[in-house]
């Protein structure tokens, strides 16, 4: 298993992305076997997300699969480790449910995803996958014995469908991805999140001991996503910041308002702070004009 920032990063990635659809495993051992899947993906029967969010990422978590992602285009060897390790995988999934009486539909088998930021045209000869016209380019599968597919970023369209597959490419192609997540809205909670995964991997970059020249290009290209989510970092800070000033000015408001009705902020008294501080402000706004009339019995029984 490896350690590297793109490893980490794209495991993050598709932690991040996946868990509202099911149940994500990172350096997954299958069981009786020293062989670990470096993302091992069961989907829920109630996902927490519309599926559409992720477009082809969804299509992918339909099933459970295994998910290989590589930097750089995989060996004929790595491939053949992977195929072993879904054949591995799939031994024991059916033994498990022989024990139980039962069996596996080939529908409901697990799939395996080789996600590489380029692959060949000749390497995708030998391994005879070809295009399906039920899949975006750039998509290739084998006899579809084996239950996998080839995913080569470098021949994915530019379409929203793509981009959280093709933040995993290289060079331009990562950039414009990048520039896509920063230009969602900030509101969306993938552009958030797919912010800070960027900014870590870059930092996890910057302090390794070497950096060679791919490495800077690629420093190069988080350094923008890295910018953007430190200022939105520093907005939320600030928010924050103003949000406890509130709070801490509305508490000193309310403990004076006590200790003018009833002398003291005495020990059941502080304990109902807390719960008007949380009141939405129109409810706490309209409790500060009755507290007056008041009594320090009726407050305590409705907040204790």
Same mark, same amino acid.
């Given at each position: ?123 995708? $000869? %030998? #391994?005879?996958? !070809? =295009?399906?016209?039920? /899949? *975006? ?16 970023? $470098? %021949? #994915?369209?530019? !379409? =929203?469908?793509?981009? /959280? *597959? ?139």
């Amino acid at each position: 298993m490896t350690k590297n920032p793109f490893d980490q990063f794209s495991k993050q990635l598709f932690k991040e992305f996946l868990t509202p659809l099911g149940l994500v495993e990172t350096n997954y051992e299958i069981p009786g076997e020293a062989k670990y899947v470096d993302i091992w993906f069961t989907p829920s029967t109630q996902p927490t997300i519309d599926r559409q969010d992720l477009g082809i990422l969804s299509r992918i978590a339909a099933t459970p699969c295994l998910l290989e992602p590589y930097r750089k285009q995989p060996t004929e060897r790595e491939i053949r480790s992977c195929l072993g390790k879904l054949s591995h995988l799939e031994e024991y999934l059916q033994r498990e449910a022989k024990q139980d009486e039962e069996s596996i539909p080939e529908d409901e088998l697990p799939r395996l995803w080789i996600i590489a930021s380029s692959i060949s045209d000749k390497l995708l $000869n %030998k #391994l005879i996958a !070809t =295009p399906d016209e039920a /899949w *975006l380019p750039g998509i290739y599968f084998p006899s579809k014995v084996f239950l996998t597919g080839f995913i080569a970023i $470098n %021949k #994915l369209p530019r !379409t =929203p469908e793509t981009l /959280w *597959l093709r933040i995993l490419g290289k060079g331009v192609i990562q950039q414009q991805a990048i520039d896509e997540v920063i230009a969602l809205p900030k509101e969306d909670s993938k552009r958030s999140a797919a912010l800070k995964l960027l900014a870590t991997w870059k930092i996890s970059m910057e302090v390794s001991n070497e950096v060679d020249l791919e490495e800077r290009e690629l420093i190069m290209n988080l350094s923008k996503a890295y910018l953007e989510w430190e200022q939105e970092t520093e907005l939320r800070g600030l928010e924050r910041g103003m949000e406890r000033g509130m709070e801490q000015e509305r508490r000193q408001l309310l403990e004076n308002l006590f200790l003018a009705r009833f002398g003291e902020v005495d020990p059941q008294l502080a304990t109902i702070v807390q719960p008007i501080l949380n009141l939405p402000p129109q409810e706490y706004a309209s409790l500060l004009l009755q507290l007056s009339s008041l009594s320090r019995e009726e407050l305590l029984a409705r907040f204790m």
